[in-house]
């Protein structure tokens, strides 16, 4: 299984809006770190209940409802 994955949609979805990985996990109401963030945008493969918590995340800072797909493409 490969591990990396180059940078991901989130990525770009997180410069459109002005947001740090900061400001996704103090968006988030789960357990959620700075770290899980910064791999995403970078595309390290994440569990799928880390990528659904991140997406949860994403969708309270930006109030948008953006769906798996978007935000990752492995």
């Known amino acids: 299984m ?8 989130i ?3 997180m410069q459109t809006h002005a ?9 988030s109401t ?3 770190t700075h770290k ?3 791999r995403a ?3 390290r493969r994440l ?9 949860r995340a994403l969708n309270a800072a930006t109030g948008r409802d953006y ?3 978007e935000l990752f493409t492995y």
Do not use: W, Y
Not at 2 to 9: A, C, I, K, S, V
Not at 19 to 27: E, G, Q, S, T
């Open 47 to 55: 569990s799928r209940n880390v990528q659904f918590k991140i997406v």
């Open 11 to 13: 990525l770009e979805l």
């Open 30 to 32: 789960e357990q959620i």
């Open 2 to 9: 490969e591990l990396e994955h180059g940078p991901q949609p």
């Open 36 to 38: 899980m963030i910064s």
């Open 67 to 69: 769906t798996l797909r």
């Open 41 to 43: 945008c970078k595309g």
């Open 19 to 27: 947001l740090k990985p900061h400001d996704v996990v103090a968006a």
